[in-house]
């Protein structure tokens, strides 16, 4: 009875964390899916679909598994599965900060160790970088959570006197199934993972090595269900993985196109300088100083825990540099950097516990009851001084409850083309949003939604000819593609494009035709300058609030002031790019 009582005790602040964080994501949850890679993981969830590489089948089995089994409304539920897991990796790091904290032997009181460890997760589970990835649907917070429950089995495998076999494989199983989440962060904490465990001898160096190469093995399994999936062929199928050797090259990335200049050390320390900048505004400058004295602190006093933790933290905050070379402060820049921030967060705690010390170490006369409610008081206004400017500047940061912009955006783009037309993007943003709309609203699939830069691979112009049902031995060559495949698909259905500068050549057969340009051989667009001005979409804009609702809408409107430009109807598109400086400052975009 009585180690049940001391069981609940030391549950329920776990618990409490768990569901005040479930409360808080979820009534900032997306009510429908949000723009790019949310949108596309959507669309593929809804649709059976293969994202881009590399796939998440894992995700994409948890999250399907959710929206099957609870039946519950697909445009907010998904996000919900999101809030689901972010609050539970915040309640696993919580746990590991008390296990770290605990090792390090520097209070004895349980109490004390779950206050710091407390205050410590609190301030990462408001910032920005964690939240906004427990608010939408993506891969971030279910791929935290299997990091956190990795460090969490680790820790417990160092506390036990025995080596636990059960234990063990349970670590290398879950991490081969969180591989096939997000493989890059997950793969670049194997090393810090292994460490925490070979040093202490409590695995040896060669089983833990089989144990990684098991996982790979376990991972790959996965991945069949992206082979299956590609065998339907549905809507959203990226490198077409039906057959084994397919599904290779989309595993290793085979033809993704990318620069070498991101593996120069002048791309990472500029990358590492952006990376700066987004995470001291997370915990704060004062904040990030004290982590760094926590840091030399574990250093020098139990570099077992120190030296595994800071390589976790390193190659996590390097992944940055691998990840594509944003010009702005994409989101998914965020999620790569939830596991370097976590790291910090432990530091911080450490110190913070110490400076708690110190201040106890002052009151040394004075009655036990005082001196620890004097402490605890100081200790209690230092950390509000820390925490609170940071706190007070994300509290709510990542709230999307009310923004509706990208299943707007689609639905008003798909409603101008017509129907049972072949639909032509350029932006993968557009495309993506369209596959989602079509995946929650059946009405509007009579309408092939195509990207044109799939077309620079062959399965993307595979997927097209699927489109437009074009037998293999009537395949059209890639240097002709666009204008091959707008000839055969204009003979029996309506072409409706995206515009942007792929188009260019054929803007002069372009009509406006709401968001989008319907293809015509014979009409031509009798007044640009009328047209600019009864345009409705121009105002429209004006009512974007989020980052990426505004930063789609200014693609938009320089497409179209672009294509003005092309047909030499300078005063049209004047009216389209005076509109981008209004909406840019409302986001301070350069």
Not at 158 to 169: D, G
Not at 246 to 252: C, K, Q, R
Not at 550 to 576: H, M, N, P
Request: contains cysteine; charged residues 15%.
């Amino acid at each position: 009875m009585l180690d049940e009582i001391k069981y609940l005790k030391k549950a329920i602040i776990p618990l409490a964390v768990f569901l005040g964080a479930g409360f808080y994501y979820y009534h900032q949850a997306c009510p429908t899916f949000y723009y790019w890679d949310s949108a596309e993981l959507t669309a593929a969830v809804l649709g059976r679909g293969v994202p881009h590489p590399p796939g998440f089948p894992f995700f994409l089995i948890l999250s399907s598994a959710w929206q099957r089994f609870l039946s519950l409304d697909p445009k907010l539920s998904l996000n919900v599965f999101s809030a689901l897991f972010g609050a539970l990796g915040l309640c696993f790091w919580y746990q590991v900060t008390v296990k770290v904290l605990r090792l390090l032997r520097l209070a004895k009181s349980e109490g004390i160790i779950s206050l710091v460890s407390l205050v410590s997760v609190a301030i990462m589970g408001v910032s920005l970088t964690y939240s906004i990835q427990a608010t939408r649907f993506e891969v971030y917070s279910l791929n935290f959570a299997g990091f956190a429950a990795l460090t969490l089995i680790c820790l417990s495998i160092i506390n036990r006197e025995t080596p636990s076999k059960l234990l063990s494989l349970g670590f290398f199983m879950l991490l081969g199934a969180f591989l096939a989440v997000h493989n890059l962060t997950i793969a670049l904490a194997i090393p810090g993972l292994l460490l925490l465990v070979v040093w202490p001898q409590k695995m040896t160096l060669g089983n833990a090595l089989l144990g990684t190469i098991g996982s790979f093995i376990f991972s790959g399994l996965f991945y069949l269900l992206l082979l299956f999936r590609a065998q339907s062929n549905p809507p959203l199928n990226w490198g077409d993985p039906a057959n084994l050797g397919n599904l290779v090259d989309y595993i290793l990335v085979k033809g993704f196109v990318t620069s070498t200049s991101r593996f120069t050390l002048s791309h990472i320390i500029a990358q590492l300088s952006f990376a700066y900048d987004i995470f001291i505004r997370q915990i704060g400058p004062a904040a990030l100083a004290l982590a760094l004295f926590g840091f030399g602190y574990v250093i020098w006093k139990k570099r077992e825990i120190g030296i595994p933790l800071t390589l976790i933290f390193g190659l996590n905050i390097v992944s940055v540099a691998f990840a594509e070379n944003y010009f702005y402060e994409n989101y998914d820049l965020h999620g790569y950097l939830m596991i370097s921030l976590a790291i910090a967060i432990i530091f911080l705690a450490v110190t913070f516990l110490l400076i708690h010390n110190l201040i106890m170490s002052r009151f040394k006369g004075k009655r036990a009851e005082v001196t620890r409610a004097l402490a605890l008081g100081i200790f209690l206004i230092f950390a509000m001084l820390i925490l609170a400017p940071p706190a007070k500047d994300n509290f709510r940061s990542a709230d999307l409850s009310k923004v509706r912009g990208a299943e707007e955006y689609a639905g008003r783009f798909l409603a101008d083309a017509p129907d049972s037309s072949v639909v032509i993007t350029s932006s993968y943003n557009t495309y993506f949003c369209a596959l989602a709309y079509q995946a929650l609203f059946p009405n509007t699939r009579g309408k092939a939604v195509v990207n044109l830069y799939n077309w620079d691979h062959e399965w993307g112009r595979d997927e097209s000819d699927r489109a437009l049902k074009i037998p293999a031995q009537e395949k059209f060559i890639r240097t002709s593609y666009y204008s091959d495949f707008i000839n055969r698909a204009k003979k029996s259905h309506p072409v409706f494009i995206e515009y942007d500068q792929s188009s260019a050549p054929i803007a002069r057969y372009l009509i406006p035709r709401g968001m989008g340009y319907l293809f015509s051989l014979s009409d031509t667009l009798s007044d640009p300058a009328t047209f600019a001005v009864d345009d409705p979409y121009i105002s429209l804009s004006s009512k974007a609030s989020d980052l990426e609702s505004i930063r789609t809408w200014v693609l938009w409107l320089q497409s179209r002031g672009e294509y003005f430009t092309r047909l030499k109807c300078d005063k049209a598109a004047s009216r389209y790019i005076a509109q981008i400086d209004t909406l840019a400052s409302k986001a301070d975009l350069q």
